[in-house]
């Protein structure tokens, strides 16, 4: 319905007035205008005639004997609080007092007398309207309401001026929040965790004064006592609604405990900055990394650009530590705006930034700089000053500056060193070029391709054991392999597996180390020595669609017991592309192996969707064992999975145990197996035979 429509038939208005030219003149007007009118000449008789019929809308004079307008105003909205039916006040033309009294009583907006006829009959189309917008909207609104308790989602509003906050009516019935305890800023504040306050309080901040969108997720305490996640959300207002005094923000918030919690909350409160809610270099670092693996993987390229803020620390003895925390909230705000939507912007230092632009080369990463960096030429305002940012950016490449996450990290640490001494909004690319190890690994290359035309007689084995915690007992091996290079001596895997990987011959000795570890099993369990052996599987290996039925005939033409088989693939692998992934591990569960995840945790990924693979066992890294006696975050970690591991009757291998203490943490925490040098080195099959069958608990006490 537009403004020019002709009223609807079945409209009636209420015309109330103790005057009756006044009343006569208005029912005649808008008579004209196609309404049915209905006269009263005081509040009482309004009050009858609006129960018995229900006007459409109601115009209502102030001054009047018997009732007085505001009396019948709210008399009205108590009979029909829900309805809305809109009520106009007649109210002398600069009385402001009559007209705050006016809206106190419940009035949807007022006119003045003496009545500017024009404007009269455009107030009532208006109202009339809105009116009926608004049944729309509560129809709405009921149909929303079913919809918001599927996701747990309401609406919030906050009055910037006054902090004074406003919740959906049944938050409380939803989530145990009750929004009368969360009226105010203050008292939301209050209920949220300690570790979550700042970050909630700048991400407001920027909110309200930057002109910017909100979406912050912290932990806050129900009414029960509980912690909840809750996430809020806000677009920025308006262009016409420039931050001002009384700027209300409003939004949606939505209870994200439960997804959260399967997400790993752990993992976000681990890996994101506490003030800006950006990753943190330890996200940043994973994030690299697999951008890397993949990069590796298609042959692909990618950038890092890292963004140093010059003199934060002056900016923080100038204006105080809260102003420097709100230019950094700023920043990152304006990073995130105006970087493409791919990159990732992580905060890895007080004063630094880190960006990781994927396909592009240094190249094209300077290009990007440079225009990023034209958004800080105007001065920032915060707490009424002009601050100028300066900024200076390093940048380094993959391939051609390093070949490992922390390595090009530290490449363009070094490039933006160069770039401080450039001056204002200085870039400079890492010049220095992989050489010596580019070469290294061509000779290595060669050397391997030899090794492998020999029948793999420069290759072995190794077996770590794996001890059950429960009964003491060595139920496992990982078997892991050796290259002896004829000069060099033992090369570690992880360095001539890449260049395999690489030049194609992976799947050959893949396929040869899965019929020696198969074999291995065979052997020791025909002399009753009936021990799980794991054998690691490459990405390359993965991709081959005939994966599951070459594992398959291998383990049959050898004759061993497919049980006995652990193929371990890593979290980053199976989640490179999850729909293979898990069709190849259903076909290879099928048919009796078993599956671990190896290096779980340092990938990132959810673990509600990890958890979808049908697996049997997760690996937790050694990065979390590390540190595990004196850092409550990778407890915390390895709690959480332990836990769910535990519900899903999955086993949990605690990777690189190298302390009785580190045992005993991981043994605290509900893992059920360990593998490390505590144990045992990697050794040969003879001795780990020996090993395994001699093998007392008591050895570790
Ligand atoms: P991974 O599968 O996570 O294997 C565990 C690695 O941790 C092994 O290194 C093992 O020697 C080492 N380790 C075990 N306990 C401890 C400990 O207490 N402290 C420390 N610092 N390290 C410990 P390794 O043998 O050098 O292998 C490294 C990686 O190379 C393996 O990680 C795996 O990803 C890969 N790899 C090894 N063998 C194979 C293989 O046969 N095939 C494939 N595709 N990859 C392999
Ligand atoms: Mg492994
Ligand atoms: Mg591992």
New binding site residues.
Partial sequence: MSLNDPPRAECELLIVDDDLSTRMLLHSVLGKQGYRVVEAGDGAAALDAFRNRRPALVLLDVMMPVMDGYTACREMRQLDPESGVPILMLTGADDMSAIEQAFDSGATDFITKPINWPLLTQRVRYALRASDMTRELRHNRMRQKSARHLTRVGYWQWHTASDRLEWSEDMHEQLHLSPQSMAHLDALLERVHVDDRLRLRQALNVARRANAPLDVEFRLRDDHGEERILRLACEPPEPDERPHENLILLGAYQDVTGIRRTEMLVDYLSLHDNLTGLPNRRFFLRQLDTAIDTAKNKGGQLSVALLDIARLARINDALGTAAGDLLIGLIAQRLKEKLPADANVARIGGDEFAVLLTDQSPEQATHQARHLLENFNQPVRIEDREVFVNISVGIAGFPEHALDGESLLQSAQEAQHHARELGNHGIAVQSARLGRAAEEALALEHALRLAMDRHHEQFH??Y?PQLDLRTDRIVGV?????WQHPEQGLI???VF?PILEEIGL?GA??QW?LEE?CRQAREWSERKLRLRV?????PR?FVDGQLATQIHDTAQRIGVDPGLIEL?I?ESLAMHDPDTTLTLLAALRQKGFKIAI??FGIGYSSLEYLLRFPIDTI?I??AF??HITDTPRDRAIVRAITAIAQSLGLTTIA????TLRQRDFVDALGVTEI????LG??MRAEELERFAREFRGSVLE
């Avoid at 990777?655 to 190298?658: H, L, N, P, R, S």
């Fill in positions: 084995l190794v770590q990982e078997a892991l392999i050796r570690p895997p992880p597996i992976i000795l893949g180390i570890a794991g054998v690691n599987l490459s290996q371990e890593t190896d290096d690996k890294d050694r064992v590390m990777e690189g145990v190298e593998q490390g040098y505590l080195k990697p």
